[in-house]
């Protein structure tokens, strides 16, 4: 057993990136807005997450010496990233600009350093970690929580979107002391900007509801096994 989960530790963080990207894809599906505003928030917010869990599913995977699991899938992933990218720039067939690219780097690395972080904090949890109901409800906590932060940082991006659209167009429109409040209520006529507030509730009630199962059977594990 503890040779199978030591060779199920990549194929499992490759799983867990891959299937976040579907999830992210079925998000911008379903979400029926603007395709470039649902573009970039999916990828901002998939070079956030897919690293993360990348990194922490994996690490979780392996019998032991955890945190040092951790550590190297950070650095092959970060290897992996580097490559792909100056691949791209020395072919000239990038289809993102470099400060985009560079942006999905950094945010990508950084989130595996929270992973990292998180599985230093998690090695004192990992009795109650191991019951398996406290497992899958943490995990639809985690993916509701990815579906309100979806939705609340869309909200961010359309907002931005909406306000530099005129001072793009008239550099002068900076000096509007109106356009702040004129881009507030443009969003609130805006349909799409409702889908974004209808997601961002869906996964925080959601993301409540788990979280808040998860604590309890946790502790009703940690009870059992003190008894």
Not at 38 to 52: E, K, T, W
Not at 187 to 215: D, H, I, N, Q, R
Request: aromatic share 16%; proline share 3%.
């Amino acid at each position: 057993m503890t040779a199978l989960r030591w060779l199920l530790v990549l194929p499992a963080a490759l799983g867990a990136y891959i299937v976040l990207q579907a999830l992210f894809v079925l998000l911008s599906l379903l979400l029926a807005v603007p395709e470039a505003l649902n573009r970039g928030v999916s990828q901002l917010i998939a070079d956030i997450f897919c690293p993360y869990y990348f990194v922490y599913i994996g690490s979780k995977v392996a019998p032991a010496f955890r945190l040092h699991v951790a550590v190297l899938l950070t650095v092959v992933l970060s290897v992996l990233y580097g490559m792909l990218l100056l691949y791209g720039v020395l072919r000239g067939d990038i289809s993102y600009p470099l400060w985009w690219l560079t942006l999905s780097l950094v945010l990508g690395l950084g989130s595996c350093v929270f992973a990292v972080v998180r599985i230093q904090d998690d090695r004192a949890k990992d009795t109650s970690r191991e019951n398996w109901r406290v497992a899958v409800l943490t995990v639809l906590a985690n993916i509701f929580g990815i579906i309100y932060i979806y939705g609340y940082f869309g909200q961010a991006v359309l907002f931005l979107s909406m306000f530099w659209t005129p001072i793009i167009q008239n550099w002068l429109n900076i000096l509007n002391p109106f356009l702040y409040m004129m881009t507030l209520f443009g969003m609130f006529f805006t349909w799409y900007f409702w889908v974004l507030v209808a997601t961002a509730a869906l996964g925080y009630f959601g993301m409540e509801f788990f979280s808040a199962k998860a604590a309890q059977s946790s502790a009703t594990a940690i009870v059992h096994n003190t008894l």
